[in-house]
Every structure is written in C-alpha cells, then in structure tokens.
T-cell receptor
Framework: GAVVSQHPSRVICKSGTSVKIECRSL??????MFWYRQFPKQSLMLMAT?????????EQGVEKDKFLINHASLTLSTLTVTSAHPEDSSFYIC?????????????FGPGTRLTVL | RKEVEQDPGPFNVPEGATVAFNCTYS??????FFWYRQDCRKEPKLLMS?????NEDGRFTAQLNRASQYISLLIRDSKLSDSATYLC???????????WGAGTKLIIKP
C-alpha cells in the first residue's frame, strides 16, 4: 500500500519552456500532497503544500507564479515549472499523506530529474 | 538553531557492526517522528515511525527522548545494503507538514 507515482522521471528541456510534473497516489486518497526540491548533496526543500480543491501554500522564497500547483483530485497533483531556466534544474519530488489512514506519514514518488539547457 | 538537526557524517562502519545516530528537534510540541532512508539519486523511503515507547523492526530500533528532544536510530548487524543517507522528520504543526533534517550519511564497509 501507499504507492505514489510521479511522471516523468526525467526531463530535459530548453530554457524558457514549461514543464509539467504529475504526482499520483495509486492506492489511497491523499488529503495533502507536498512538493519538494533537492539539489545535489543537499537536503529536501519543501516548496509547497497542497490540499485537494484549494490553493497551494508556498514556502517563503518560492514563486507561486513560476511553480504552478494544481491539486484537482484526491489522487492527483501537478507541478508546472513555467519558463524554466538552468537554475531550475533539480530533483523534484512529491509526497502524499492521508489524514484518515496514516496521519503525518508522507509517502514519496520516485522523483523527477529536471535538466534545463 | 535549526528546527531539526542531524550529524551529516559520513559514518564509516564495518559490516556487522552496530551503529547509532541521533536527530535533535527544537519544537517541544512535536508529536510525530519518522526515520526515512534515501539512496543516492532516489526518493526518501519510510523506514519507521518513532513512537513514544520506542519501536523495533528487525535490526532497526528507534527511540524517542522527549526530555532531551531527540530521536535515535540504532542499526544492528549492519549490512552493505544499509549504506544510505538517513533522514529524520518531525511534524511541524497541525497542517501535517514535516520538518526534515539534512540527513546522516552511512557507509558500510566490507
């Protein structure tokens, strides 16, 4: 149980393009989903928290107009990196939690490695 | 002071040895505690939740010390496959966010 998928696993794009990443909870309903970014040899950095049907809450310093989050259902959240630039290259990981079944426990997707040329 | 702190390591440990590391947290109101492991270039995977009474899962034992505000992870009879970065996480508040430590790198040597 508690499987989270993420797609795509890897993407290479040109500077200025937008990239959409999908995060799905496959076998449970995720009341909350989280988006993280991790640079090489650094710790997880929370970007935003999203609850189904409401606007995402962004961490300080994360531009909400650049990182668009949509949480359309209890099993799907998307992160769109708009007008990507080389400094956005990173490992983006989503996680999902279910208040009803596992409280604060977060289950992670396999991550998306973004390279912006 | 960081909200959650870990010794970054690396801990270089011979195979078969016992290794332990701690994670300190600053919010005395925290109620949920976790250990995750993260392999290189992979996502974190839940290792175990940490309960107030302590818990054990095979070779892994987690303890919570509320008075001193730290959690610990003990690995017995370490295997080469235990080599990874171990992340601790503590709940932030009622919005179910977790605060993450930077991780402790463990290297098990043959």
């Amino acid at each position: 149980g508690a499987v989270v998928s993420q797609h795509p696993s890897r993407v290479i794009c040109k500077s200025g393009t937008s990239v959409k990443i999908e995060c799905r909870s496959l076998d449970f309903q995720a009341t909350t989903m989280f988006w993280y970014r991790q640079f090489p040899k650094q710790s997880l950095m929370l970007m935003a928290t999203s609850n189904e049907g409401s606007k995402a809450t962004y961490e300080q310093g994360v531009e909400k107009d650049k990182f668009l989050i949509n949480h359309a259902s209890l099993t799907l959240s998307t992160l769109t990196v708009t007008s990507a630039h080389p400094e956005d290259s990173s490992f983006y990981i989503c996680s999902a939690s279910s208040l009803l079944t596992s409280g604060d426990t977060q289950y992670f997707g396999p991550g998306t490695r973004l390279t912006v040329l | 002071r960081k909200e959650v702190e870990q010794d970054p390591g690396p801990f270089n440990v011979p195979e078969g040895a016992t290794v332990a590391f701690n994670c300190t947290y600053s919010n005395s109101a925290s109620q949920s505690f976790f250990w995750y492991r993260q392999d290189c270039r992979k996502e974190p995977k839940l290792l175990m939740s940490v309960y107030s009474s302590g818990n054990e899962d095979g070779r892994f034992t987690a303890q919570l010390n509320r008075a001193s505000q730290y959690i610990s992870l003990l690995i017995r009879d370490s295997k080469l496959s235990d080599s990874a970065t171990y992340l601790c996480a503590v709940n932030r508040d009622s919005n179910y966010q977790l605060i993450w430590g930077a991780g402790t790198k463990l290297i098990i040597k043959p």
